[in-house]
């Protein structure tokens, strides 16, 4: 993966894992059937890694993008590619004479810009009369609609029919071809026979109902040109994209033993939290009990207070009455109180 040009999550750079890989090295794989001695045009090339990828077999490729820093980047990783350039430049401008390539290729482009209609016209313009477009886009109902997906980078999906409008308007001749990542068994013949491809696609549940097709494309993939020979120089072909080392095939099972791992984490943590819940919910009904608990001594604590109040007020009286006897009693044991006795009786004293 290239340092100097990080993977944003749409521009696609070669290592980085996933489907996002076997999709873009397998499209361009399939473009250059059509490219095999002809002078090519990359728009939107990216990386450059189609552009380069294609300049195996084409005369010459010019691989044009809007991002100076990607144009920057494949300059410099190209650079010894003898009939490979790049150029900066906006899609609807290109920096070609009018009917200048053979072949034209954009991948993953018309969906990103509000000027579709304009793209595809300066497609046409740079084309010879007999030039061939190969084009991709979302399948916008299979891509964005069953899904429930929405991609940021989009500014405008197209359907089928209006992907026909579009590029049908100056491009007559067209050829559908469907594109869907999935895992493949692939069976091919040894030396150079030649052989003829055959899809067979079934769902587990139907066995019996298979058929020789590819439904509901992910990717719509058009060759196009304004003549029926140009489109058909080529004969229809499947073309199978096989992941040597397994890379992707081994991504999805890490991924799917790390969704293994993490959902039976999740069981756990499930069982954790419905364990703490339980606990917590033990722990709030002892604090009830406690704080009914503490409430009803507080009451029986007040309730005795008060008594003792009471009780205390009680004694402190019959105190008062002792200390006034304890006092009398004193008095008497003077002889002077003895004295003034007769005149205490008579009311004289006190």
Not at 142 to 164: I, Q
Request: aromatic content about 8%; proline content about 4%.
């Amino acid at each position: 993966m290239s340092g100097d040009l990080p993977f944003t999550g749409e521009r696609f750079i070669p290592g980085t894992p996933g489907e996002i890989w076997v999709e873009h090295w397998h499209r361009y794989h399939f473009a250059a059937r059509w490219c095999e001695g002809k002078r090519v045009v990359d728009v939107a090339c990216g990386e450059g890694y189609g552009s380069a990828l294609l300049a195996r077999g084409a005369a010459h490729v010019t691989g044009v993008d809007i991002a100076p820093e990607a144009i920057e980047h494949a300059k410099n990783c190209y650079a010894l590619l003898a009939n490979a350039q790049f150029a900066c430049a906006p899609c609807t401008a290109l920096p070609l004479a009018d009917a200048s390539v053979d072949v034209a290729v954009s991948f993953e482009t018309v969906e990103h810009i509000a000027e579709q209609d304009e793209f595809v016209a300066e497609l046409a313009r740079v084309l010879k009369p007999d030039g061939v477009l190969v084009l991709s886009c979302p399948n916008k109902l299979e891509y964005s609609d069953k899904r429930s997906f929405a991609n940021e980078f989009h500014v405008k999906e197209l359907y089928r029919d209006e992907l026909a409008a579009l590029v049908g308007a100056r491009f007559p001749h067209l050829a559908w071809y469907g594109q869907r990542p999935s895992f493949f068994s692939v069976i091919a013949p040894e030396g150079a026979r030649a052989s003829v491809g055959q899809l067979i696609e079934s769902a587990e549940a139907s066995i019996t109902q298979s058929r020789a097709a590819l439904s509901h494309p992910l990717y719509f993939l058009l060759v196009a040109a304004r003549s029926a020979a140009a489109v058909d120089a080529l004969p229809p072909a499947m073309s199978v994209f096989a992941d040597r080392d397994d890379w992707v095939h081994r991504d999805y099972e890490k991924v799917m033993r790390d969704l293994d791992f993490h959902a039976g984490r999740g069981k756990e943590l499930t069982a954790q939290v419905e364990e703490c819940v339980r606990s917590i919910a033990e722990l709030e009904g002892t604090v009830r009990r406690a704080e009914d608990a503490r409430a009803g001594l507080e009451a029986r604590l007040a309730q005795r207070e008060s008594s003792l109040q009471a009780r205390a007020a009680e004694l402190a009286a019959k105190n008062l009455v002792i200390n006034d006897k304890d006092r009398q009693l004193e008095q008497r044991r003077g002889w002077r109180w003895w004295l003034k006795l007769p005149l205490i009786r008579m009311g004289l004293l006190k």
